[in-house]
């Protein structure tokens, strides 16, 4: 068989790589830079059978699919900064029912509507902790059009698998992009769906011990009966104010990522052998600085580039020990710091860190980011 | 022939820029196998407003995704040739609408008359972006012609075949007199 290689944009990407992972629903409303994710599922998820729901606003998009992938589906919403700020409230409701969807945001600049079609990195942190309240975070970045199909086909394999939302964070840079990309042939990438319960409804609890992670769940209207409610609740789902029932709903929140983070972390390393400099940098910032890395090693620079492809959990032991190990840090990011004041947080060391920051809706150029290496040689 | 080159399609918005740049990578990526990258900047507004499309084409891997070194510029108004010809290369292929680009401020600029034959000769002034990538085709050899002519074809609307070959031939033949 010939092999399928087309050129497409990150975002058609994400769609390709939604309908790859078995997405049956899409509930949204269209919002630049991530329309052409809501145009390609339109298109798309009729001709197999799923459904795609334009909703009157983001909350609704985001209402839709929790609603749906209680109900079994595969199902996911893509925005952008106002629509993910729109979302933050339902978004900690998923966090809290457990219910398994994948979030795309499209980064553009802000705050407010800020650039609608310029790119920005700045919603990390809104990522994190946009919803209020303790709650787990899983946010994958991808740098590449590649990249932006597989993570999305991850995305849903851990929302199924954490049984919580996942947020696919990419850019416009990288959402806009287009590049040639082999599309994978069905079978070639791993594919999760969570198990459903076997025990008989009378015995089954909707959030049992060893349900939280990998578990078996059930979808409604399957003849399993269970309550869902974003109050702090029991097994059964059933709003609770008991203190050891609180604290265990917390901990098993907590425990998700907690116990989780080797299976969950990725962090992809580029001349990192013999560095004395590292670049530290994620989704449309990292393509500016694997150019300059590379005209830096061509001037003999011993310079490397540290890229985690799962930003939330933020991968710690990794880039401490990147941190003991080399001289100089650099941050590269299109924010005024979101990254960096993570990095500062974990350098017990106190090894120099330099940011080299844009945010005016351009990438950084490589030369940028070259100039802040060579200044550390100096 | 070399190994890497920028490309930028500009013009005001609603001209087919982007359209342009799409065809160009997707000839030069799928269909002549090398590495390519497209990207696009525009305004908030559909039409109007400078718009630009870049494809950078290369045999080895491309990284960053935007042009800093111009090798070819089409620009396809007046605003667009003065906002995004700044950066070209010394031996930069500049090409411009004849009709659109009065005021050159560099010598050596190639001057074609894009829309006035897709006007004319097409009778769709939408089509001069086809005209102007087969110029582009037919002076720099940045992409092969078979691979230009697959990739068009797979991109427009079912009906304008004809059309779009038709353009594709007044390109190359624009292209062909501007090289004597």
Redesign the interface.
């Known amino acids: 068989m010939s092999k399928d ?3 497409l944009q990150g975002n058609e990407a994400c769609a390709l790589g939604a309908i790859y992972a078995g997405c049956d629903f899409f509930g949204g409303y269209p919002i ?1 830079p991530s329309t052409e994710v809501a145009e390609e599922m339109a298109l798309m998820l009729p001709k197999k059978g799923g459904k795609f729901i334009q909703m009157e606003d983001e909350i609704a998009g985001i209402g839709t699919i929790l609603g749906a992938a209680a109900a079994g589906a595969k199902a996911m919403t893509a925005t952008s900064g106002p629509g993910f700020s729109l979302m933050m409230e339902l978004l900690g409701y998923g966090c809290m029912a457990e219910i398994p969807c994948v979030i795309v945001n499209v980064q553009r600049g802000g705050p407010s509507t800020g650039l ?3 790119g920005a990195q700045a919603d990390m942190m809104q990522a994190r902790w946009g919803t209020h309240g303790d709650h787990p975070t899983i946010a994958l970045c991808p740098s590449s059009v590649e990249e932006s199909f597989k993570l999305t086909v991850k995305a849903f394999n851990l929302a199924e698998k954490f049984r919580m939302p996942v947020i696919l964070l990419l850019d416009e ?1 990288i959402g ?5 990309m082999q599309m994978p042939a069905p079978g070639e990438l791993e594919l999760y769906t969570h198990p459903q319960p076997t025990v008989s409804p009378a015995e089954y609890t909707h959030y049992g011990d060893g349900s939280s992670v990998g578990g078996p769940y059930a979808s409604m209207g399957s003849g399993y009966r269970f309550n869902i409610t974003g109050l702090t609740h029991d097994q059964h789902g059933f709003p609770t104010g008991r203190s050891d029932e609180i604290q265990w709903k917390m901990d098993r929140l907590k425990d998700k990522i907690e116990k989780h983070r080797p299976e969950l972390l990725e962090v992809d390393q580029e001349f990192m052998d013999d560095a004395e400099i590292a670049v530290f940098s994620y989704g449309g910032a990292a ?2 600085a ?2 300059a890395i ?1 005209e830096a090693r061509a001037r003999g620079i011993k310079v490397g580039l540290v890229r985690p492809t799962t930003i939330w959990p933020f991968p710690d032991q990794a880039l401490e020990e990147i941190l003991r190990k080399v001289k100089t840090v650099i941050v590269a990011e299109i924010s005024q710091g979101q990254l960096l004041g993570e990095i500062q947080r974990l350098n017990q060391t106190h090894t120099k860190v330099i940011p080299v920051q844009r945010y005016d809706g351009e ?1 950084l ?3 940028e980011v070259l100039n802040a290496i060579v200044e550390v040689t100096k | 022939m070399k190994n890497r080159y920028e490309i930028r399609l500009s013009g005001s918005g609603g001209q087919g820029m982007i359209t342009a740049g ?1 065809i160009l ?2 000839a030069a ?2 269909y002549d196998g090398k ?10 507004e559909a039409r109007g407003g400078a718009s630009k499309a870049e494809v950078i084409i290369s045999d080895k891997e ?5 042009a ?1 070194a111009i090798d070819i510029l089409l620009a396809m108004t007046q605003e667009a040739w003065e906002k995004y010809s700044s950066d070209l290369n010394p031996d930069a292929v500049a090409i411009v609408d004849s009709w659109y680009v009065k005021d050159l401020d560099k010598p050596g600029v190639i001057s074609l008359p894009l829309s006035q034959k897709a006007r004319e000769e097409v009778g769709l002034e939408i089509i001069a972006n086809v005209i102007a990538l087969a110029a582009i085709a037919q002076i720099t050899g940045v992409v092969s012609r078979e691979a230009l002519e697959r990739s068009l074809l797979s991109r427009v609307p079912k009906g304008t075949e004809e059309k779009n070959r038709q353009a594709l031939e007044i390109g190359f033949r624009l292209g062909k007199e501007a090289k004597k």
């Open positions: 290689i087309r050129l630049t609608p079609t310029k840079f806009h992009m287009r590049e040639k393509r500016s694997q150019q590379r990438m150029t490589p030369n | 799409i990578a997707e990526g799928v590495n390519v990258v497209q990207s696009q900047s525009y305004g908030p491309i990284f960053y995704p935007k800093t």
